[in-house]
């Protein structure tokens, strides 16, 4: 049950937030980020000492049931487990490793691996991934959902990768089960503008509820 539980709050969190940077910025970022409004973090091992932070973001939020943190860039299975133990609710990473998948499976633990052909989409789901990322997804346009689900309609699709406020509606429109979104929401944390990141986190927030009125 627990696996299902997390892809039910992934799939009602809808925007995921990747979090980059140093170890401070990246939970200041994150911080920001959840009190504008989103509620899942994605708090990628591009961060030193990444787990710590997870560690960190699961004790500040256990209270609150549907805020979901999770680990991504997560590029072998030794790192999955740890980001684990440190607490990671979910494991997403750029390519479809099945030691990772393994893993993850061991542990009811969700895992997104980024994909691009339906051939790693199909392996990825023969090895227990719910939700695939579609990576980048500035590569393809929304429309590419219905031609890969033509084949696999069981297929979760979240993109990441040049989701915006702007087509953030087309991809959810096209049958997207989550969106990820990083580069333009966290920007401002690299100049120490959290408030700006709270205000932008807000406005993913606010037209994703507005798509599930």
């Known amino acids: 049950m627990k696996k299902v539980e997390t892809l039910i709050r992934l799939k009602n969190a809808g925007v995921i937030a990747v979090v980059r940077g ?29 787990d710590q932070v997870i560690r960190q973001l699961r004790s500040l939020y256990e209270k ?28 997403v990473s750029p390519t479809f490793d099945q030691e990772t998948a393994e893993i993850c499976n061991l542990y009811q633990i969700p895992y997104l691996p980024g994909c691009m052909t339906i051939t790693e989409m199909k392996n990825a789901l ?11 997804g500035s590569a393809y346009e929304p429309k590419i959902i219905s031609a890969l689900k033509a084949p696999l309609p ?40 959290f408030t700006e990141v709270t205000k932008i986190a807000s406005q993913y927030a606010q037209k994703f509820n507005e798509l599930n009125k």
Do not use: C, H
Not at 64 to 90: F, K, L, S, W
Not at 126 to 136: N, R, W
């Open 64 to 91: 609150q049931t549907d805020i979901v943190i999770g680990a991504g860039t997560v590029v072998d299975a030794v790192t999955a487990r740890i980001a684990i133990m440190a607490g990671a609710e979910y494991i």
């Open 126 to 136: 023969k090895s227990g991934a719910d939700i695939v990322k579609l990576f980048p």
């Open 154 to 193: 069981q297929l979760n699709i979240m993109p990441t990768g040049g989701v915006d406020l702007e087509n953030m509606q087309d991809w959810f429109k096209a049958g997207a089960i989550a969106v990820g979104v990083g580069g333009n929401l966290i920007a401002p944390a690299f100049k120490g503008d």
């Open 22 to 50: 140093t170890k401070e910025e990246a939970l200041a970022a994150s911080e920001a980020i959840i009190k504008g409004g989103i509620k899942s973090i994605e708090l990628t091992f591009t961060v030193p000492e990444a």
